[in-house]
C-alpha cells in the first residue's frame, strides 16, 4: 500500500493537510472538556487507528517497485527492525505529544494571535529545514521560499486576531468583575509572558517530532511507514498521563483538575475526543506513507511536513467560515485575512512543485 505516482503522493500529503487542520474542531466541539482530560480520548484514538493501521495495510504487498524494507509486513518489520528505530519513533511520539499539549495550553493562555505564529511558525521552519538535511529532496530555493510566505501568512494572521479581538480600556473599566464565593478558589491565571514561553518551547519540540521519526526510517533495517505509525503512537500512548497528571496539578490556566472528572465527563465529550485522534492520526498515517514513496515519485519528507504544516491554513478556514470568528470584523481585519490566505496559497504552492524541480 505504498503510492506508486506522484499526484498520488501529492494527494496523500494533501489529505495530511486537511486532518491536521481539522482534528482541532473536536477541541471546540466538547467545549467544557479540560485539554488535560481531552488528551486521554485522543491519545486513545491515536494508538487503537494506527494499531489497526498496521494489522491491515501494513500486512498487505507493498508491491514490487518498492525497497526491500517495504516489502516486509509490519509484524516482520518490527521483529527485524533495529531497537534504536523503534527508539527514535517512540521518542517522537513523546516529543510530539509534549509539543502538541503546550500549543493547546499556549492557545488557552495568549491565545491564537500568540500561540499559533510563534508554535506553528517556527515548527514549520525548523521542521522543514531539519527534515531537508536529514533527507534532502526538491528544491531548497523553492521549499525555503515557500515555507517564507507561510510564515510570513502566520505573522499576518496574528496581526487580523490581535486587530480583531483587541479591547477597549474602557470597556475593561466599566465591566466588574464577580465576586469569589465562600469556599471558591480564584482560578489561576497565566501572564501573557507564559503564553509566549509555552509557544516557543511547543514550537521547538514540534519542529524536532518529525525528523526523529525519519531517523527511525533511515539505516539498514528502517521502519516502514505504518510499524513508524505504531511505534510513534505508542510513545503517545505513553506518555500521555505522564504529561497530563503533570498539568492537571500544576494548570497553566484555571484550577487544579481532578482525574475522576474523567469519569463524569459526558459520554459525547470522550466519542469527540476519541474522533480527534483518529483524524489526526489518518493525516500522520498519509504523511508517513507519502514520504515512505519510491525515489521516483518521493515528494520527500521535508515537503510533506511543510505542506502537513499548511493545517494551520485549513484551521484559518474552518474558523473564518465554520466558528465565525471573525463575525463582524472591519475592513482592516478583512484586508488582512485576504492577504493572509494569499500568502498561504503561495507558499503552499511553491512547496508543492519543490520536488519537480530538484536535482
Not at 80 to 93: E, L, P, R, V, W
Not at 166 to 184: F, I, K
Not at 232 to 257: D, Q
Request: hydrophobic share 55%; proline share 5%.
Amino acid at each position: 500500500m505504498i503510492p506508486t505516482t506522484y499526484e498520488i503522493t501529492l494527494a496523500l500529503t494533501i489529505l495530511t493537510m486537511l486532518c491536521w487542520g481539522s482534528w482541532a474542531n473536536t477541541t471546540k466541539m466538547a467545549k467544557g472538556y479540560r485539554f488535560e482530560l481531552f488528551y486521554f480520548d485522543y491519545s486513545i484514538a491515536v494508538f487503537l487507528v494506527a494499531t489497526a493501521a498496521a494489522l491491515t495495510l501494513g500486512m498487505m504487498d507493498a508491491g514490487t517497485n518498492a525497497s526491500q524494507s517495504l516489502n516486509l509486513n509490519f509484524v516482520d518489520n518490527l521483529e527485524t527492525t533495529f531497537k534504536s528505530n523503534i527508539g527514535f519513533a517512540m521518542i517522537g511520539g513523546a516529543v510530539f505529544n509534549l509539543a502538541n499539549m503546550l500549543l493547546v495550553a499556549a492557545i488557552g493562555v495568549a491565545g491564537l494571535a500568540v500561540a499559533f505564529p510563534i508554535g506553528i511558525g517556527l515548527a514549520l521552519i525548523g521542521g522543514a529545514v531539519l527534515s531537508y538535511f536529514v533527507h534532502p529532496a526538491g528544491s531548497a530555493p523553492l521549499l525555503f521560499c515557500g515555507v517564507g510566505l507561510v510564515f510570513m501568512a502566520m505573522i499576518v494572521s496574528a496581526l487580523a486576531h490581535a486587530a480583531h479581538n483587541r479591547v477597549d480600556p474602557a470597556q475593561l473599566r466599566a465591566t466588574p468583575s464577580r465576586p469569589l464565593q465562600r469556599g471558591e478558589i480564584a482560578p489561576r491565571k497565566a501572564s501573557p509572558m507564559k503564553g509566549i514561553v509555552l509557544s516557543l518551547a511547543s514550537g521547538v519540540l514540534m519542529a524536532a517530532w518529525y525528523p526523529l521519526v525519519e531517523m527511525g526510517k533511515r539505516g539498514d533495517l528502517p521502519l516502514g511507514p505504518y510499524t513508524a505509525a505504531f511505534c510513534f503512537s505508542l510513545g503517545v500512548l505513553i506518555t500521555t498521563p505522564i504529561y497530563s497528571i503533570f498539568f492537571m496539578k500544576v494548570p497553566v490556566e484555571g484550577n487544579e483538575v481532578k482525574f475522576k472528572e474523567y469519569f463524569r465527563a459526558r459520554p459525547m465529550w470522550h466519542l469527540i475526543g476519541l474522533l480527534g485522534g483518529l483524524i489526526w492520526t489518518v493525516g500522520t498515517i498519509a504523511n508517513f506513507v507519502a514520504s515512505s514513496a519510491p525515489a521516483s515519485v518521493n515528494v520527500g519528507p521535508a515537503i510533506a511536513y511543510a505542506l502537513g504544516q499548511g493545517a494551520a491554513l485549513i484551521s484559518t478556514l474552518w474558523g473564518l467560515f465554520v466558528w465565525r470568528e471573525f463575525k463582524g470584523a472591519k475592513t482592516g481585519v478583512v484586508v488582512l485575512l485576504a492577504l493572509m490566505l494569499a500568502l498561504y496559497v503561495g507558499g503552499l504552492g511553491l512547496v508543492a512543485i519543490a520536488p519537480l524541480h530538484g536535482n
